[in-house]
């Protein structure tokens, strides 16, 4: 039987930024959730190496300047690499600290395969470096969007012009390509059906666009319909649905790191 690949080959990796600073945050990560890289704040070493055991060829990028010594952090980052649960995770460096004899420590003695990246003041820059890494990390296997399931957020709505008045719905999953949903009252849409103006709320963002029903399937006693995005879509819009998706992963992740 042919090897189809890891789950993370098919989905890719998650990507972990220890102790960011609020720039990092701001502009680093932000910067990767539009490039569709799926990443994640973590502010405790503890929590996140325990986590890491379950998802054990993630990327986490350490700021070695936050919280503690970087004689301590060097030693927390070589038990990761070296303890058989998380020794497959690879570990790249964030820091203001430009001094050469220490990126040859992490890069060539510790062998740390994304990156030592020096942050000054060109965020461009940084943020280059760091793609670099990702892409050679392989950091989004064959997947090329974010999606999130929002079953369980009921903030999270639609409504679709039907018969000439609007339907509400609820989204259940959602990417920068479309979304799947339930519509009250599970109407008979056909195939290829086009809509203009479909409004979208995520949280306080009342969102406009247009789709085209997909097709639609029963699952229990639900109809599920899949909308997909036209490539009208306002950008925009895109980047306030991948903002979404960030924060609705980030919140069941901190489940996790408690």
């Given amino acids: 039987m042919e090897n189809t690949g890891s789950v993370s080959d098919i989905l890719g990796k998650k990507i972990f930024f220890l102790c960011p600073t609020a720039v990092v945050q701001n502009k ?3 910067e990767l959730v539009q490039q569709e890289y799926e990443v994640y704040v973590a502010k405790s070493k503890e929590t996140l190496k325990r986590v890491l055991k379950k998802y054990p060829d993630a990327i986490v990028f350490v700021d070695i300047d936050e919280q503690m010594p970087e004689k301590e952090w060097e030693s927390w980052i070589t038990g990761l690499m070296n303890a058989p649960e998380t020794k497959g995770v ?9 001094d050469e004899n220490l990126k040859r420590k ?3 003695t510790l062998n740390i395969p994304c ?4 942050l000054k003041f060109d ?13 050679e990390a392989d ?3 064959r997947r090329k969007f974010i999606r999130t399931n929002t079953e369980k957020d009921t903030h999270v709505t639609l409504n679709l012009p039907i018969h000439g008045m609007y339907v509400n ?50 699952e229990g006693k639900e109809k599920f319909y899949v909308i997909l995005f ?3 879509i306002d950008p925009d819009v895109r980047i306030k649905i991948r903002k979404y998706i960030q924060q609705n992963l980030q919140i069941k992740m901190d489940d996790e790191l408690k």
């Fill in 169 to 218: 719905g609820q989204i259940k999953d959602i990417s920068v390509v479309g979304v799947s949903c339930t519509i009250d009252g599970n109407p008979e849409i056909q195939k290829n059906t086009l809509f203009d103006n479909i409004q979208f709320k995520l949280h306080s963002s009342l969102l406009m666009t247009e789709g085209i029903i997909l097709g639609s399937r029963i």
């Fill in 123 to 135: 965020l461009d820059k940084s943020i280059s470096h760091i793609l670099e890494a990702l892409h």
């Fill in 139 to 141: 950091a989004k296997g």
């Fill in 90 to 98: 690879s570990v790249g460096i964030v820091t203001a600290n430009d």
């Fill in 28 to 30: 680093i990560i932000s």
């Fill in 115 to 118: 990156g030592y990246t020096i």
């Fill in 106 to 108: 992490y890069l060539l």
């Fill in 230 to 232: 036209t490539q009208r």
